[in-house]
């Protein structure tokens, strides 16, 4: 497919990277910017039932149908943040090499905070233990401001295989939840 | 110079495809065509078939299948001149040319030579070709000799010429009458016999065809070729036939066949001729001496409706199609967003000129949707030779009955039906029919009946196949399934869920594997790609009576009549025609009644519900007097669906959910509401059928 579609942030040939960087409960983590579709503003969502509550919902982009993942909950954050006038859904654009097909995800945000370039070279990578996230979500942590923000590993974040699966047993879980009543 | 004949080579071998498809029906056709008319018919199409192909072959050069279809043509040329019977030999043969065409076809367009496997055979097939047309030649030697000798004159003292103009040649600039005008001075004492009945018929009169056919008589000294060459310039838009003095008997009889009406012809010769005053003696008693058809000049018109179907079509890619029915799709959106707007504007004017509007959406969505409908006919055709080919390998006989061919679905269906109704056609002949001597020993028919039928009930499309041959073996079944722990040896099933086993991956009872089944790869096959169309499979067995397959299809994927209700303040749709009927479920049963049953009591009928308010694990309750059930029903599945409150019909354009929630069972996809707003399409069969696999997991666990 398209070649100029980063499966995730690691092939970057040039110095100098685009990241959008959006606030996920607390804490500031970096998209790469040039999958992203556009960024809208919290509309209301539309419940799929039987389902975790990593998908906030599934809405309508003109026309298409698009499923919307909770950052919070996704990201696995304990405590979370209610969603705001702020709050926005970042639709994302990617090609899934597992799937070869090319699908629009939406992520929802507390809210987006800049557009920032990170030198490559200044990268880190991101610390062994201790971190609020799964570490596999993270690719490296950027050093803007001396503030350190995490990159995330977004191929990793919108892995459809691993949610669908966990979407399949979830639902599992409700009929049994029901059946037990 | 090189001119890019990728896009002609392209369209070509489509082409071919689909004659050798035609062909293929054609020869199965001719092998079971007891009228020789309608034989003959086949033959012709088969000829034209073959001649199509040759020709188009001889464009882009392709030597090896002009070289086969040329030989094929020759001998089939025998054949449409009566020369040749084609038996069932020389069927198979085709059956097989038709093959190597297609091959070749697909090689040459891909410009790869075929390998020495297949230009072996396809000399075989030539020298098999050659060697008929030889025998046949010296038969024809003899024919024609005989036939010189034969006293197949007649006793006419004029000449006669049979011209039945085309219904087209006004149009082309020719006028009949001209060339009757200029053989009129040509020759003397001319008669002329006009027919113009057809002027009255049925169908309306157009001034610019031609409705007249003639007889003319005449005296003359002319040789036959002189008087053919007056209608040199209308010969290739009529039919002519000149009967000189003394003439020949089949001339005479080809021609009375052109005309409509033996009335008018026995009449018009009668006048023409004092030997033809008993024209209809004449012909029958040269008609008992003859090999020829039988005459069957009778009263009705001789249009006989003609069995090979030809309908106008128009060829459109898929891809086009697809994009108009999503474009339809966007409209009933819009369109229904259209009309909640004029409904708050309260506008009487505006809201009729809506609703007019909306039924005609509502027409333009039938119609492209209908577009993509095809007739199942030609899926079920492929059957005929399959089953003749296992047949034959197996040495088995079995009679392929063919019901509800005009069956229309969607495209999408048909090709990913096919492969499943494979699998189930050759389990069926492999495992289901018995050879030939097991039968008649059992007192059934040496041939085995086999079934394909497709009907439309409730909503769906219904795909049959039915065997007469010895059933399921439901024991065998249950111990084989036990052997490979599919099921726990203590495990009751019900007879239903038994015969489903068979389509578990792996399963076969079949004791040797064959060349055709006995993998148990096929069964598994089948049940996946009948879900993945959102469908099911029932099997109906009885033991050393038959069974029968049946497939349950939806009608249409894009857009389906929906019923939308309300939980939780989500809307949700489901397929109108699983809904049975809808109640307010306090009138059925009373809040003290129910406590935590899950089931009612309708009309002295019990039937479970869910509810899904607690299915989707809302925890606050509504009030129960406020609660709606939805009856639904799916193949023999029956319960209800107890929700928050109705909203009734609704035009829905099926939205796929993407691949992120693939594979949840319960969960069909999604619809863009008028408001802008999403709404889930639930998958009633699924939500019914996991909760009845989870009741009865839970069950055994107790």
Redesign the interface.
Known sequence: MSETQPDSGHIHQKDELRYLFVKVGHDHFGIPIDSVKEVIELVETTMVPMCSDVIRGVINVRGSVIPVLDLQRRLGLKLTTPYNKYSCIVLYDFYDHSLEESMTLGMLVNSVVSIEFIDLSKLESSPSFGSNIPRHFEWKMAKINNKLTTLLDIAKVLNVNEINSSLKHEQEQFFIDYCQR | MSIDLSSAIATFVTESKELLQEMENGLLDLESETSEEHANEIINALFRAIHTIKGSAGIFDFEHVVTLTHIAETLLEDARNGNLQLGKELISLYLETRDATESLIVLAAAETEPDQALLNKVNNLVSCFSKYIDADNTQIDQHTAAQSSNEGTLDNERWIVFFVPNENVLRNGLDPYSFIHYLDSETSNLVVNTWLESMFGPQQYDPESNYLSFVLSFDSDKSESEILDIFEFIQSEAYIAVLPPKGNIDVLKLSIQKYQDFDFITEALSKADQSFVDIVKLLNCEGTDSNDPPKKVSDEPAAVPSKIHKSKTLRVEALKLDRLIDQVG?MV?TGARTNLLAHETGNETLIEAMALLERLVENIRDSSLKLRMVQIGETFNKFKRVVRDIADELGKQVDLTIIGAETELDKTFVEKVSDPLMHIVRNAIDHGIEDPETRLAQGKPEQGQLTLKAYHDSGSIVIEVSDDGKGLDQEKILKRAVDRGLISSNQTLQEKDINLLIFEPGFSTAESITNISGRGVGMDVVKRNIDSLRGSVEVESVQGEGSTILIRLPLTLSIIDGFMFE?HK???VIPLDTVVECLELHEVVSEQDIQ?KSYINLRTEVLPF?R?R????IEEQIDHTRESLVIVQFGTLRAGLVVDSLKGEFQTVV?????????????SG?T?LGS?????I?DVSALIK??IS??EA?EKKH
């Open positions: 966007e959106i939980v989500e809307n949700y935590d869910i899904l607690t299915l989707f694990g939205k796929p959910l993407g691949r992120l929630f693939e594979g949840l069972k319960c969960i999604a863009i802008g707003n999403v709404a889930i639930l996991s909760a989870v009741y839970l």
